[in-house]
Structures are given as C-alpha cells and as structure tokens.
C-alpha cells in the first residue's frame, strides 16, 4: 500500500510560481509512474503530467506544457512540479497519482494510488 502526501500549493498572483511536492511511503517509489492531475470545481479531474519510474520519459498537458515541469527525486521517494507563469485557470486542487505501468497515463481510472491533494489558487 502506497500513501501519497501533498504540500506547497498557496495563494499565488498570476505569472507567479510554486514549486509542489508529493512525498510516498509504502512501496518501492522507484517501480511507480507518478502522475500530477487537478480539479477545478464544477470540473472533472485532469491530467496535468507524468513521469516514469526512472524519470527517462515525462509527458505534460497542451494547457501547461512550457510552463510546468514534472521530476522525481527516487532517494527522497518524492515527485515534485514546478508550476511557473502560473494563469487564474490554473486555479485547482493539484493531486498526485501513482501506477505500475506507463500506459493509459492521462486517465484517472488507471491509477492505484491518490494523495488528498494540494489547493494552489491564482489571482488576477
């Protein structure tokens, strides 16, 4: 069993940055493709970027492409996203995710394993 804590969302003005975290216990955090997803009220929950276990491959969201950027760090068993030139559409609750395989990584029904989430809101 895998438990996944969030932590650095906040109040930021637009074009500003946040740097997240998503600290993993449980498991052997290295075999787990991590997933950062976000929900808006009202909205469904969306991929936003993944990287493999081995942080060789990472894929981003049309949305934030450019603008965010997924890594790991496998010793400190944490994901983190850099989440720069922030816009008020950001505004969400940011979770994390981890899988076993790199497949189907955008989908939210794929995933085995959910944090409870960092609220990162953006004003204008």
């Known amino acids: 069993q895998v438990q996944l804590v969030e932590s650095g969302g906040g109040l930021v003005q637009a074009g500003g940055s946040l740097r997240l975290s998503c600290a993993a216990s449980g498991g052997t955090f290295s075999n787990y493709v991590m997933s950062w997803f976000r929900q808006s009220p009202g909205k469904e929950r969306e991929f936003v970027a993944t990287i493999s276990g081995s942080a060789v491959r990472t894929y981003y969201a049309d949305s934030v492409l450019g603008r965010f950027t997924i890594s790991r760090d496998n010793a400190k068993n944490t994901v983190y996203l850099q989440v720069n030139r922030l816009k008020p559409e950001d505004t969400a609750v940011y979770y994390c995710?981890?899988?076993?395989?790199?497949?189907?990584?955008?989908?939210?029904?794929?995933?085995?394993?959910w944090g409870q989430g960092t609220q990162v809101t953006v004003s204008s």
């Open positions: 995710a981890a899988k076993s395989r790199y497949l189907a990584t955008t989908i939210v029904t794929t995933y085995d394993y």
